[in-house]
């Protein structure tokens, strides 16, 4: 944790009335303290706590079996041992403390930041201090991009646009040739393009068949996967990032057809789902451009609205869009008010997804783009996986 960092936390810590953060970690169950921290990846088997207040240095309780790992932190570091050590040396860490944030969500709304167990909430609340999320805190600090994530992000969109025009068109090569293919031989080209790339991912893409497609989260293995034939609606689903540790994912979905002319039932709901997509973007750039707040839940309403409006609300089975950071599901504000209802608002540095979809028993159809808020005005709201998909695309 750096000066730097210090300043920004504390400086956010002013603005929302906030004494101090209470970053809390135990075996890696809080991914956001260790990031802050600067301890992601490090080894730590027991109870640590660092108190970051709005003024005055960070103050660290760690066990004495571990200081190897706080030799190099900003502030001031005391020890435990013991249980009843650390009920001391808690209560002394918190001293003249009345409101901290933690990672933790008011009735579990948002999960991603329900990171702090409930024993340690009644732990902490009854030495009488406040408690409240640092849901907001937590977005300010860990999910803006800097200049260099910003860029790096466009630069990785680019490429995940590339490896996606090469596996529709292997498809359709492989197809014209009268191959054999499966979905699964299709995503291991994908992979293999990341490689080429100097990309890496967390999960394999997805890439699906008919009725596969209508399952958001369906990803064939070598041993669970279908063939791809002349006919069939495909829909591709791939993410990335470079591989330097700071480094932001971007995400794209795609639709085609395995055939020369489209069948109208594949672009009647897709020309919904491309609309709704369209919209959100339209949405966000408006209130954008006067200034005016925009919570993750109205993105959301303003697609699911126009979905249901047409006929296919219950077809729309997940939330709108998700935060993307250095994770692909990040800390930031969700386009969420179906899973979720995320009234945090959007803000500058951020980068989301806008993903929109139809779910039908035969076929799904899904199109996403990546946002990146670059900064204030209209033009400030940016489509970093642009071009963006305004037709399903015949292969052949």
Same mark, same amino acid.
């Given at each position: 944790?750096?000066?730097?960092?210090?300043?920004?936390?504390?400086?956010?810590?002013?603005?929302?009335?906030?004494?101090?953060?209470?970053?809390?970690?135990?075996?890696?169950?809080?991914?956001?303290?260790?990031?802050?921290?600067?301890?992601?990846?490090?080894?730590?088997?027991?109870?640590?706590?660092?108190?970051?207040?709005?003024?005055?240095?960070?103050?660290?309780?760690?066990?004495?079996?571990?200081?190897?790992?706080?030799?190099?932190?900003?502030?001031?570091?005391?020890?435990?041992?013991?249980?009843?050590?650390?009920?001391?040396?808690?209560?002394?860490?918190?001293?003249?403390?009345?409101?901290?944030?933690?990672?933790?969500?008011?009735?579990?709304?948002?999960?991603?930041?329900?990171?702090?167990?409930?024993?340690?909430?009644?732990?902490?609340?009854?030495?009488?201090?406040?408690?409240?999320?640092?849901?907001?805190?937590?977005?300010?600090?860990?999910?803006?991009?800097?200049?260099?994530?910003?860029?790096?992000?466009?630069?990785?969109?680019?490429?995940?646009?590339?490896?996606?025009?090469?596996?529709?068109?292997?498809?359709?090569?492989?197809?014209?040739?009268?191959?054999?293919? $499966?979905?699964? @031989?299709? +995503?291991?080209?994908?992979? %293999?393009? /990341?490689?080429?790339? *100097? &990309?890496?991912?967390?999960?394999?893409?997805?890439?699906?068949?008919?009725?596969?497609?209508?399952?958001?989260?369906?990803?064939? $293995?070598?041993? @669970?996967? +279908?063939?791809?034939?002349? %006919?069939? /609606?495909?829909?591709? *689903? &791939?993410?990335?990032?470079?591989?330097?540790?700071?480094?932001?994912?971007?995400?794209?979905?795609?639709?085609?057809?395995?055939?020369?002319?489209?069948?109208? +039932?594949?672009?009647?709901?897709?020309?919904?789902?491309?609309?709704?997509?369209?919209?959100?973007?339209?949405?966000?750039?408006?209130?954008?451009?006067?200034?005016?707040?925009?919570?993750?839940?109205?993105?959301?309403?303003?697609?699911?609205?126009?979905?249901?409006?047409?006929?296919?609300?219950?077809?729309?089975?997940?939330?709108?869009?998700?935060?993307?950071?250095?994770?692909?599901?990040?800390?930031?504000?969700?386009?969420?008010?179906?899973?979720?209802?995320?009234?945090?608002?959007?803000?500058?540095?951020?980068?989301?997804?806008?993903?929109?979809?139809?779910?039908?028993?035969?076929?799904?159809?899904?199109?996403?783009?990546?946002?990146?808020?670059?900064?204030?005005?209209?033009?400030?709201?940016?489509?970093?996986?642009?071009?963006?998909?305004?037709?399903?695309?015949?292969?052949?």
């Amino acid at each position: 944790m750096t000066d730097m960092k210090i300043t920004e936390i504390q400086r956010e810590l002013a603005a929302l009335g906030l004494d101090a953060w209470l970053l809390y970690d135990f075996r890696g169950i809080n991914p956001i303290a260790q990031n802050v921290a600067g301890l992601a990846g490090a080894h730590i088997t027991r109870r640590w706590f660092c108190l970051i207040p709005k003024h005055g240095e960070p103050r660290w309780l760690v066990h004495r079996i571990e200081t190897s790992n706080f030799t190099n932190v900003q502030g001031q570091v005391a020890l435990y041992a013991g249980w009843e050590e650390l009920n001391a040396a808690i209560q002394t860490l918190l001293a003249g403390i009345k409101t901290v944030a933690m990672e933790y969500s008011p009735n579990a709304e948002i999960p991603y930041i329900s990171r702090v167990d409930a024993g340690t909430l009644e732990w902490i609340r009854s030495f009488g201090i406040e408690v409240q999320t640092s849901a907001e805190l937590a977005q300010r600090v860990e999910a803006r991009l800097s200049e260099a994530q910003a860029a790096g992000h466009q630069a990785s969109a680019h490429l995940v646009l590339q490896a996606k025009d090469y596996a529709l068109a292997w498809i359709g090569s492989q197809l014209r040739d009268g191959k054999t293919i $499966t979905e699964y @031989d299709v +995503q291991q080209e994908i992979l %293999g393009q /990341f490689d080429a790339m *100097d &990309l890496v991912t967390d999960h394999p893409p997805i890439v699906a068949v008919n009725a596969k497609s209508s399952d958001p989260h369906y990803a064939p $293995t070598a041993t @669970d996967t +279908q063939k791809i034939q002349a %006919g069939d /609606f495909i829909l591709i *689903d &791939l993410w990335a990032k470079q591989k330097e540790p700071d480094a932001v994912f971007a995400d794209t979905t795609w639709v085609a057809y395995a055939g020369e002319t489209v069948p109208s +039932q594949y672009v009647e709901i897709f020309d919904i789902v491309k609309e709704a997509r369209d919209r959100a973007i339209r949405f966000i750039r408006e209130k954008w451009a006067v200034d005016e707040p925009i919570h993750g839940y109205e993105v959301d309403d303003c697609v699911r609205g126009y979905i249901t409006e047409k006929g296919y609300g219950q077809f729309f089975i997940h939330r709108t869009g998700h935060n993307i950071g250095t994770v692909i599901h990040g800390n930031g504000v969700n386009l969420d008010n179906l899973e979720t209802r995320d009234a945090r608002a959007l803000i500058s540095g951020v980068c989301f997804s806008i993903e929109p979809g139809i779910y039908l028993t035969d076929f799904g159809v899904r199109t996403e783009v990546d946002v990146f808020l670059a900064g204030p005005g209209r033009d400030g709201v940016k489509v970093t996986t642009a071009p963006v998909q305004n037709q399903v695309l015949p292969l052949l």
